[in-house]
């Protein structure tokens, strides 16, 4: 059967995943009274909660005797790890670009890496009927990113195709026909997306996904470069470097068909399958034949800009609502995630009971610990810290960012002022439609930490930010943190309402009533830029003599709930984060008063 590799692009919240469910349907993949949960290729619980694409997969439809494989990417820059690999995969790319918010920089991203590979993309406006809709400027913006990417005169001839991934059609006019669904779409892949190129020689794959399976073990995705593979057969793995990893034999081979993935008998050059069998070879490694020598050569990977240190438990709570506690666990998660993350970097700390962990962004590392929270772990994770390098003359470098924020005229200023503090640099300010600005900053990603909440907060919850990595420049100096203090327990025990209700005026509290509380925990945010023990344990003593006032129930101002993403931009280098499966809690790293006090002389005298 003849194939297509394609993969869609798009930032997040464009439509992608819903685009894949309308294919899928009209291709005839689902039986007519088949039940299919919506967005079906965001398979993991984060996914659908955050709708986001966390995890790239593939999936297949069938068109006119064409079996066109699809592998839908993530739109998020932090998980760009498996951006890079799959490109290599697939031989043509559909890029969808809402018709409103035009070309965002997450799309700038991966399109950069598609453009470089050489891939030649379809341009496909989505969400056509949106009332804000405006397509033509967003062709032109479209093509205005392609340019500054350098792309060809070829890639640059692309073709356009406007419609609505919801309702399930496409054309090349943006009034429709829409009765056709989305044939225009898949005939135009046939037409414009080139067959796979298979080279000569026997069997060769470079491992592009990697999974585990409690049946069938390590399960490597990847498209077959050259030969045929069958079940059984002997293969060997090789490291970039040329070395043999491992020796054995293909336990099964199973191709993409709809949703579902069908054991097969032979897989041919060209397809993208995913084998098993091996317990060794990993993503970035050839899988080939036992006469092969010589390892293909994979997608180089961009370098993390920010790390974590992620500690074992040690609060006077630990191990009471998590069973995975121990370094052991911890170390052989960690050392699993990295595996099939090569963006992720784990490093051991000297004393065992602590690991660094360095990603793309704090939402990867974000979307890790909640991984790791459901799983039943508890752990202490740091604030998250730049990923600094110094360059051939000793001059110490950081990552800088690309920051556009769409926002509302009204609040335009407040977020200038506030980004000119954290030493971002403006490069534009344009209106984009229904008296909303976009501004476009370049800034360090050190004062960008923590900046999210603050922005909603500022906004009214208007403004939308989108970040994207650009480039390492000198450091930029010193940018001031959070100026607040935090209330702190001087004791353990659980929290009275009363005693909460008198300490409301020294600031906000972060807890509810009722939960428990050790000494050094964060309990509630000071009004002031000094940190304060306070007694939240404290009752009201019971008299037998009536009071002169009437006693009324207490009432509590709501607290500040912190979220994990909250939390770990908000706290200090001083501060952890106490993770959980059933609660999340800040602490002081010195739980000690003395020992804090210690701490900060020899910080003073540094």
Not at 34 to 58: F, P, W, Y
Not at 512 to 531: C, F, L, Q, S, W
């Amino acid at each position: 059967m003849a194939l297509r590799n394609i993969a869609i692009i798009a930032h997040v919240d464009h439509g992608k995943t819903t685009l894949v469910d309308e294919l899928l349907k009209q291709s005839g993949s689902f039986r007519e009274n088949q039940r299919v949960a919506e967005r079906v290729m965001d398979s993991n619980d984060l996914e659908k909660e955050r709708g986001i694409t966390i995890l790239a997969k593939a999936t297949s439809v069938e068109w006119k005797g064409v079996r066109v494989n699809i592998v839908d990417t993530p739109g998020h820059a932090d998980f760009g790890g498996e951006v890079e690999r799959i490109l290599s995969m697939v031989d043509g790319a559909i890029v969808l670009v809402d018709s409103s918010e035009g070309p965002m920089p997450q799309t700038k991203f991966v399109v950069g890496k598609a453009l470089k590979v050489g891939l030649r993309p379809i341009v496909a406006i989505n969400k056509i009927d949106r009332p804000d809709g405006r397509h033509e400027e967003v062709i032109n913006e479209v093509f205005d990113l392609f340019a500054n990417l350098d792309a060809t005169d070829e890639q640059l001839d692309f073709p356009i195709l406007y419609g609505s991934g919801r309702d399930g059609w496409m054309n090349v006019n943006p009034e429709g026909p829409k009765d056709q669904g989305l044939a225009p779409l898949l005939d135009l892949v046939l037409s414009h997306v080139p067959e796979p190129t298979v080279e000569e020689g026997p069997f060769r794959m470079i491992g592009t996904l990697l999974e585990a399976n409690p049946f069938l073990g390590r399960i490597i995705t990847g498209r077959v470069a050259s030969g045929s593979i069958k079940p059984n057969q002997a293969v060997k793995v090789l490291a970039q470097d040329g070395k043999t990893v491992e020796t054995g034999r293909i336990s099964k081979i199973l191709a993409f068909r709809g949703i579902e993935r069908t054991a097969i008998d032979e897989a041919i050059a060209g397809d993208i399958v995913a084998i098993a069998g091996l317990s060794k070879g990993t993503v970035a490694d050839t899988f080939c034949d036992p006469s092969v020598t010589q390892a293909m050569t994979a997608q180089p990977i961009d370098p993390p800009t920010v790390t974590m240190s992620f500690i074992v438990n040690d609060s006077p709570l630990a191990g009471t609502e998590g069973d995975k506690v121990t370094s052991r666990v911890i170390r052989d998660r960690l050392f699993k995630e990295a595996e099939g993350n090569v963006a992720l970097k784990i490093e051991e700390a000297e004393g065992k009971d602590s690991f660094y962990v360095s990603g793309r962004g704090e939402l990867q590392l974000a979307v890790l610990i909640e991984t790791m929270r459901r799983e039943g772990f508890e752990l202490a994770v740091s604030r998250p810290r730049v990923v600094m390098h110094k360059d051939e003359n000793g001059v110490t470098m950081e990552p800088i960012e690309e920051v556009v924020i769409d926002v509302d005229e009204e609040h335009s200023g407040i977020v200038v002022q506030k980004m000119s503090e954290r030493k971002a640099e403006m490069t534009e300010l344009r209106p984009s439609g229904g008296s909303r600005v976009r501004l476009k900053f370049l800034a360090p990603t050190r004062g960008l930490i923590g900046y999210q909440s603050e922005l909603l907060t500022d906004t009214r919850g208007t403004a939308i930010m989108n970040r994207l990595f650009n480039d390492y420049q000198p450091y930029k100096g010193e940018i001031g943190g959070r100026t607040n203090g935090v209330l702190l327990s001087n004791q353990a025990g659980e929290a009275v309402a009363y005693a909460m209700f008198n300490l409301e005026d020294r600031g906000p509290m972060i807890i509810e009533p009722g939960e428990k509380v050790y000494a050094g925990m964060i309990i509630g945010i000071h009004t002031r830029d000094n940190d304060l023990e306070v007694n939240v344990l404290k009752g009201k003593q019971l008299t037998n003599i009536r009071s002169a006032g009437k006693d009324e129930a207490v009432r509590l101002t709501p607290p500040i709930r912190m979220t994990l993403d909250r939390a770990l931009s908000w706290i200090q280098d001083d501060e952890l984060m106490e993770v959980t499966p059933k609660s999340i809690r800040l602490r002081k790293i010195y739980l000690d008063a003395n020992d804090r006090k210690r701490f900060d002389k020899s910080k003073a005298a540094l």
